[in-house]
């Protein structure tokens, strides 16, 4: 006698499970320099806000997974390092922090933001950057707005020289990444953009506060 089997309403021919794929960051530093920096006045620490770009992404800080209906979830970047003779600070944060896709980081001191950002996975089609064939790149791009002599960046009399840099370390699927970027402070006055405010930022203004582009890596990924 024949046997008949039936499927299920959710099969579908040649569908295979597939493993999510995370982007696990171990480091996250901000470093800066070339400002008049004390311990009275530089911040014990600042506010990381990361905010997911879709509701596709999952993320999960030290081991707790976030709603996809989030907003974000906050992390503190403590201040690890502060030399007066040097001019400079860093705030560190070690938090296990897992992504599966683009994510936004804001870096705030209060209410003043600091500087903005956005780690983003892109395809071999999507990226303009050179790249193997079948190969993923993770980018990431940062802003500031702030402009020196604002919140706890003390004037300098080298205001041009101030910058900040942005250091990201960990992994993607066994892969170990490294990205960096260093802003150049602008020493325009200008209003400083809030929480819960958008500004727009004239190009020209643009150019003069990122010193260098995004940091990009790519990743091979076999299909």
């Known amino acids: 006698m024949a046997t008949t089997w039936l499927r299920h309403p959710s099969y579908q021919p040649g569908s295979v499970k597939v493993s999510l794929q995370w982007l696990d960051l171990r480091v996250f530093y901000v470093r800066v320099s070339k400002c008049v920096v004390d311990d009275d006045s ?12 879709n509701r596709d992404t999952l993320l999960e800080v030290n081991c707790v997974r ?12 403590k201040r690890d390092r502060l030399d007066k003779q040097s001019e400079e600070v860093t705030f560190v944060s070690t938090d296990s922090i897992r992504v599966t896709g683009s994510v936004k980081s804001e870096v705030f001191r209060e209410n003043v933001l600091v500087l ?16 193997k064939q079948h190969g993923q790149i993770w980018s990431m791009s940062c802003e500031s707005d702030i402009v020196v002599g604002t919140g706890f960046l003390k004037g300098n009399q080298n205001v041009c020289a101030t910058a900040i840099e942005v250091y990201v370390a960990g992994s993607f699927s066994g892969t170990p990444i490294v990205l960096t970027q260093t802003l150049q402070l602008s020493h325009h006055r200008r209003k400083q953009a809030r929480k819960g405010m958008l500004e727009a930022i004239p190009e020209y203004e643009m150019a003069l506060s990122q010193k260098e582009g995004p940091s990009t890596l790519t990743i091979p990924f076999f299909s």
């Open 116 to 131: 903005t950002g956005r780690l983003e996975l892109c395809h071999s089609s999507e990226s303009l950057v050179e790249h």
């Open 66 to 77: 976030t709603s996809i209906y989030s907003d974000g979830v906050s992390t503190l970047v």
């Open 42 to 53: 530089t911040p014990e620490h600042l506010t990381l806000n990361h905010i997911l770009l």
